[in-house]
């Protein structure tokens, strides 16, 4: 079984600092991960993945994260918000077969001038 | 590509009637994966097909719920008949077997009175 936890409902940062989304998973093998961003009334668009390649893993938008095994973690950062980058952000688990992707419970980002 | 191709966007119907939503997924992709989003559940998957099968169908809410996908291009998504609960927006999205990345589409708004 696999899942993931968003350990943040919210985040509130204000533009030009640093952005940090945290997310663990819990996988009975090596997972493939991802950070999805869907921003309001939008479909769910691609940041970054994560496939037992780099642990450091760059994404669109300036994104990038980092999976730690050993704290089964793979916490999302940007280090200079912008107000485009105001939306949900979604943690992502797939099993490696089939690609069913298990999502967390989503992290809204807000963005203040 | 014009990728994950999802219709209607807006849906509005009275309780009782049949809803059929419909997508289109990118082109040579062979799975094809069906998602409801709500506030209070979050993303969940409905069901996936692969190379036309239906694989798991196991989160279809109930028997009211029913997937097709006759042709490679072409899944559709039925309720019949609709209740208020079903109000949601329900998200197709497709995968090729040689990456591990689901691409969604814009998503289908349907809203039951």
């Not at chain 1, 952000?89 to 069913?100: E, I, L, R, T």
């Not at chain 2, 077997?97 to 289908?108: L, N, P, R």
């Amino acid at each position: 079984a696999q899942s993931v936890t968003q350990l943040d409902s919210h985040v509130s940062v204000s533009e030009g600092t640093p952005v940090l989304l945290r997310c663990n998973y819990s996988s009975s093998y090596s997972p493939s991960l991802f950070w999805y961003v869907q921003h309001p009334n939008k479909g769910l668009q691609l940041l970054l993945k994560y496939t037992s390649a780099a642990t450091l893993v760059k994404g669109i938008n300036g994104f990038e994260a980092e999976f730690k095994k050993s704290e089964t973690s793979f916490h999302l950062t940007k280090p200079s918000a912008h107000m485009s980058d105001a939306a949900e952000y979604f943690c992502v688990v797939s099993d490696s077969y089939w690609g069913k992707l298990q999502f967390g419970a989503g992290t809204q980002v807000v963005v203040t001038p | 590509d014009a990728g994950v191709i999802q219709s209607p966007r807006h849906e509005v119907t009275e309780m009782g009637q049949e809803v059929t939503l419909r997508c289109k997924p990118i082109s040579g992709h062979d799975y094809l994966f069906w998602y409801r989003q709500t506030m209070m559940r979050g993303l969940e998957l409905l069901i996936y097909f692969n190379n036309n099968v239906p694989i798991d169908d196991s989160g279809m809410p109930e028997d009211r719920f029913s997937a097709k996908m006759p042709n490679a291009s072409f899944s559709t998504l039925k309720i019949q008949p609709s209740e208020p609960r079903d109000s949601a927006v329900y998200f197709c999205a497709s995968r090729s077997s040689q990456g591990i990345e689901a691409f969604f589409g814009q998503g289908t708004r349907l809203t039951v009175v």
